[in-house]
């Protein structure tokens, strides 16, 4: 990937994923760091609050960097919300590429699909109980002989 240049990463979504979706992504696959990275776009984040503690001169590169490569590098007031393996990727929840939408929009189109499928998962679980269930209730007349 071409990180280093002048030219910020592209948006490629012009509309942000939906707050429910982020809020779904951040329930289940996020935790809170001071780095980030998009695996999509490319973006580099920081968050400098103080009560991180950081190598020796990392902030100061980072800022730096923010300066040499206008928009690859972003600097937050706020603990950044990392979505680790979503997919495959790794990204910060409100990255500004809005990447995530993609996720979103598959979710969406694939949702009669993906009910089914859990529909049917479900049922062949639901059998396997029973017949599990089945056995042990035999075995439970075994012991009384
Ligand atoms: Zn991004």
């Known amino acids: 990937m071409k990180r280093y240049k002048t030219k910020p990463p592209e948006i490629l979504y012009e509309n942000p994923p939906s707050e429910e979706f982020n809020r779904a992504i951040e329930s289940f696959f996020c935790h809170g760091s001071c780095r980030g990275h998009c695996d999509i776009c ?7 609050d103080k009560f991180w503690s950081f190598d020796e001169n990392e902030v100061e590169e980072f800022k730096k960097n923010a300066k040499k490569y206008p928009g690859w590098y972003i600097i937050t007031d706020y603990s950044l919300p990392i979505a680790d393996n979503l997919f495959g990727v790794t990204t910060v929840v409100g990255c500004p590429c809005n990447g995530i939408r993609k996720f979103e929009e598959i979710l969406w189109h694939y949702r009669s699909l993906i009910a089914r499928y859990f529909e049917g998962r479900l049922q062949a679980q639901e059998e396997s109980v029973k017949q599990n269930r089945k056995i042990v209730e035999q075995c439970k007349g075994i012991d009384k002989i």
């Not at 490319?42 to 400098?48: M, P, T």
């Open 42 to 48: 490319g973006r580099e984040f920081l968050n400098d």
